[in-house]
Each structure stands twice: as structure tokens, then as C-alpha cells.
């Protein structure tokens, strides 16, 4: 019986060994987890570790929205230059503004006019850039390029900072030269015969004056010409919108300085205004300059403005002028003819 139970006894014995030595390295595993594991708590974390700790959480719908580039901040230059040019081409229904920067207006109007006054021909003239008293503007015309520039006294009282520019139409017979204007009429006869509003003498037989009329009568402007404002088409006057004529009539003091120069590539430091465009088969508006301040008017309200290219000065004097009523003071007496002239038939003139 004795050695029947051995094996029994040995086979129970290995097992409960095994069971021991099984426990023994259950414990041993246990041991060394907890080890490891509290190593890694107080362990000092590497960069990697502390970037990603430091990244704020996202949500799913801001990390689809992170994921797009954000928008630049608004460029206050831009939107500076986009609100001037939405004023200047607002009333352009004919050619479109050639408008520069308006934070280089003021630089480049005192490069050009330090340049003409340095060129011989002006300076035999006595051409100045010292304001004088009395006299706020000087009045540049750009003859090939059909703009007038004019230009306000700056902090040192030269005629160097940009006011405003307006669209003209000169002609090739338009003398280059530097003047003070010597007379104006609110009315003047012209070449033709025919008859200008707002006529302010520059130098002997050249005025500034608005696109001629038939007659003179606000209802018989030569339309064809009109629409040719922004070229050399005059016959040595310097023409221009009624609106920036009677601006020169009111603010240009007998007296004003004029100088008038070439310069195709560049207009001026404010650059090119826009034109509206008169339709010859409007019979209506046709005869009217749209920019005429009389109230019978047929042209809407808004081009009185005109097309120039102005500083916020000059938008702020002008809209002021008109609010007060000043502006209207000079307003021609409205004498129509009812009709206007058929170009096909009379012809252009002036």
C-alpha cells in the first residue's frame, strides 16, 4: 500500500510548487508594475510631453474650422484708397477713374511741383511754390493728359499738397506757361459764336470755362463735346464739367497762380477722374451739363458732384458748401431755350 501513495504524493507535491512559484511571479509582476508606474508619475516630463500638455483642447467643429486660414486684419491703406475710389467712379458713366494712392498724394504732389518750378521755362515766369496771402489754391493743368491738379498750401505755405483733380479738355494750342488769372464771367462768348458758364481768364485769349453751349441757354450745351472731356479736343481754352468750373469761379480769387505743363504718362499726383456720358438721342438730358447745379436740372441729383477726384478736404468743403446753401449762391439764373440743338444739323464750335 506504502508504494502506492508515493506517486500520488509527489505528483501533489509538484503541483502545490508550481502554484507557489506561480504566485511567487505573480507578485514579482506586481511589484515591478507598481514600480514602473510610480517612476512615471513623478517623473519630470520631456519637451515633447510638455508641448502637447500645453496645446489647448479642440472640439470636432473647431478643428474643421482651425483647419482654414485665418483672415488677414482689415489693411487700413486699402480701405482708405477703395472709399476714395468709390467716390470718384460713382458718377462715371463714360470713362473710368485713373485714380492713384491716396497716401501718395502727398509725396508726389510735392515731387512734381518741386520739378516744375526748378524747369527753366516756369522759373523765367517766376513761377513760386510760396503761397500767396489771400490765394488758397494753384491750379496745375496737365494739358496732355486732361487733367487740372489743384493744390493747397501745405503746413510751410507751399503750393505742394494735392486738393483735388478734375478731368478738362485742353487743345493743342494751349499754351505751356505759368500766370494769375486776371478776370472771370459768370457768363463769357466764345469762338463760334457760341458761350461758356463760369469763365475765368488765365492769359490772354485762354479761359477756363465749361463745354460751350449753342446759345446761351443751360438746356443747349454742345453735347458731342461734352462727351469728349478727358481728350485734346478745345481750341485752346481749358474746358471742364460745370461742377469744377463754378468751383474755380467761387474759390480762385482773382489772382490765382495757373501754371500748365505736359506730362502724358502721369496726370498728377491724384491721377485721372472719370466722364459721364451724354447720350445724343436723350433729347431730354442732351442739352444739359449733368453736373449743372440748377434745380430744373433733368439729370439726377447725384452728379452734381461730378466726377473730380477730391481729398476728404475738398469732399468736406464742397458737401459743406452745399448744406449751407453757399454753393448755390452762384448759381446762374436759369434761362432755357426748351429744346437743345441738333448737332448733326449746327455743327460744334468753341
Known amino acids: 500500500m506504502a508504494k502506492n501513495r508515493r506517486p500520488y504524493v509527489r505528483t501533489g507535491y509538484r503541483r502545490r510548487k508550481r502554484r507557489e512559484l506561480t504566485v511567487l511571479l505573480l507578485c514579482l509582476l506586481a511589484i515591478a508594475t507598481t514600480a514602473g508606474l ?16 500645453d496645446m489647448p483642447s479642440v472640439s470636432a ?39 492713384t494712392d491716396p497716401a501718395t498724394w502727398e509725396e508726389e504732389g510735392r515731387a512734381l511741383m518741386e520739378r516744375l518750378a526748378a524747369e527753366a521755362t516756369y522759373a523765367e515766369m517766376g513761377m513760386t511754390l510760396s503761397a500767396k ?17 489743384v493744390f493747397a ?8 499738397k494735392p486738393y483735388q483733380a478734375m478731368v478738362c479738355s485742353g487743345g493743342p494750342d494751349t499754351p505751356l506757361g ?8 459768370d457768363w463769357r462768348l466764345l469762338v463760334g459764336p457760341s458761350y461758356g458758364q463760369y469763365a475765368t481768364r488765365i492769359w490772354d485769349a485762354y479761359l477756363f470755362h465749361s463745354v460751350p453751349y449753342y446759345v ?11 462727351n469728349k472731356l478727358g ?4 481750341l485752346g481754352c481749358i474746358r471742364l464739367e460745370v461742377v469744377d468750373v463754378k468751383w474755380i469761379y467761387d474759390n480762385c480769387p482773382i489772382g490765382t497762380p495757373v501754371v500748365i505743363y505736359d506730362d502724358e504718362e502721369n496726370p498728377g499726383p491724384m491721377g485721372k477722374p472719370g466722364t459721364i456720358y451724354t447720350d445724343p438721342e436723350d433729347e431730354e438730358r442732351r442739352g444739359w451739363d ?20 477730391r481729398s476728404e478736404e475738398a469732399w468736406a468743403d464742397y458737401e459743406a458748401a452745399v448744406e449751407t446753401g453757399a454753393w448755390n449762391q452762384s448759381v446762374t439764373p436759369t434761362v432755357l431755350q426748351g429744346w437743345s440743338t441738333d448737332s448733326a444739323v449746327a455743327g460744334t464750335r468753341g
Open 61 to 99: 467643429s473647431s478643428s474643421s474650422s482651425s483647419s482654414q486660414a485665418e483672415e488677414p486684419p482689415p489693411d487700413p491703406r486699402q480701405q482708405a484708397y477703395q472709399a476714395a475710389l468709390a467716390l470718384a467712379e460713382r458718377n462715371c458713366t463714360g470713362s473710368a477713374p485713373q485714380m
Open 153 to 160: 498750401e501745405d503746413d510751410d505755405g507751399l503750393y505742394v
Open 290 to 309: 449733368p453736373t449743372d447745379p440748377d434745380p430744373v436740372n433733368p439729370w439726377e441729383e447725384t452728379y452734381r458732384s461730378g466726377t473730380a477726384i
Open 133 to 149: 496771402e489771400g490765394y488758397p489754391y494753384l491750379l496745375a493743368v496737365n494739358r496732355a493728359a486732361s487733367t487740372v491738379t
Open 178 to 185: 505759368y500766370w494769375s488769372t486776371p478776370v472771370n464771367y
Open 38 to 53: 510610480c517612476v512615471w508619475l513623478f517623473k519630470e516630463p520631456s519637451k515633447e510631453e510638455t508641448d502637447i500638455a
Open 231 to 234: 481728350t485734346l479736343a478745345s
Open 216 to 226: 446761351q441757354h443751360k438746356d443747349d450745351i454742345e453735347y458731342d463735346e461734352y
